[in-house]
């Protein structure tokens, strides 16, 4: 069995600031982890991935993530927002099956 | 290479109308997944197909509901006698032969409004 926790419904920053969002999971399984973001009324765009390599995984857009097993985290984060990165995230847990398990989304706001 | 297709990105039907969503994989792949999202909601797995083949459709309502992959052409979602608690995003994914199958890759999906 597997869950997904996206701990924050809504991040708002202002531009030129960190973004941390966060995500924890539960897996039987040694898990793989994604995270996707969504802007309004388009699909989903794979932003990162991992799969028990590097634990620190760098994405599309300055995004990254670190892999924390022992705090069976995902926290998403970027340096500096940037207005274009206002969307909504998800994390995803997967691994063990072919099925994976979408977290609630959290909506990120990035102010002026 | 294109991405995953959609078609149509908007449909509009009336209580009891038939709503049929049309799902093109990326090139090479050959595993089709279809899930629903609700307003404000994550997305929920819906089906599972491979060419045809339903690997897994334990996410389908019982009733009303049928996914399809045909050898040759797209994966349809079709929902019967439809009513106002279809209306979400559909959103079809696709994953490739030999990878792994939870790294998928989405549509831009269809947004169904019944009224």
């Known amino acids: 069995a597997q869950s997904v926790t996206q701990l924050d419904s809504h991040v708002s920053v202002s531009e030129g600031t960190p973004v941390l969002l966060r995500c924890n999971y539960s897996?039987?399984?040694?898990?793989?982890l994604f995270w996707y973001v969504q802007h309004p009324n388009k699909g989903l765009q794979l932003l990162l991935k991992?799969?028990?390599?590097?634990?620190l995984v760098k994405g599309i857009n300055g995004f990254e993530a670190e892999f924390k097993k022992s705090e069976t985290s995902f926290h998403l984060t970027k340096p500096s927002a940037h207005m274009s990165d206002a969307a909504e995230y998800f994390c995803?847990?997967?691994?063990?099956?072919?099925?994976?398990?979408f977290g609630r989304g959290t909506s990120l706001i990035v102010h002026p | 290479n294109a991405g995953v297709m959609q078609n149509p990105r908007h449909l509009v039907r009336r209580r009891g109308q038939e709503a049929r969503l049309r799902c093109s994989p990326m090139?090479?792949?050959?595993?089709v997944y279809w899930y629903r999202q609700l307003p404000e909601e994550g997305l929920k797995f819906m089906v599972y197909?491979?060419?045809?083949?339903?690997?897994?459709e334990s996410g389908m309502p019982k009733e009303r509901f049928s996914a399809e992959f045909p050898k040759e052409g797209p994966s349809i979602l079709r929902i019967q006698q439809v009513v106002r608690g279809d209306s979400a995003a559909y959103f079809c994914?696709?994953?490739?032969?030999?990878?792994?199958?939870?790294?998928?890759?989405f549509g831009p999906g269809t947004r169904l409004t019944v009224t």
């Open positions: 897996s039987s399984y040694s898990p793989s």
């Open positions: 991992y799969t028990s390599a590097a634990t």
């Open positions: 995803v847990v997967g691994g063990g099956s072919y099925i994976p398990t």
């Open positions: 090139k090479g792949h050959s595993h």
């Open positions: 197909l491979q060419k045809e083949n339903i690997i897994d």
């Open positions: 994914a696709s994953s490739p032969v030999g990878g792994q199958r939870d790294e998928q890759y």
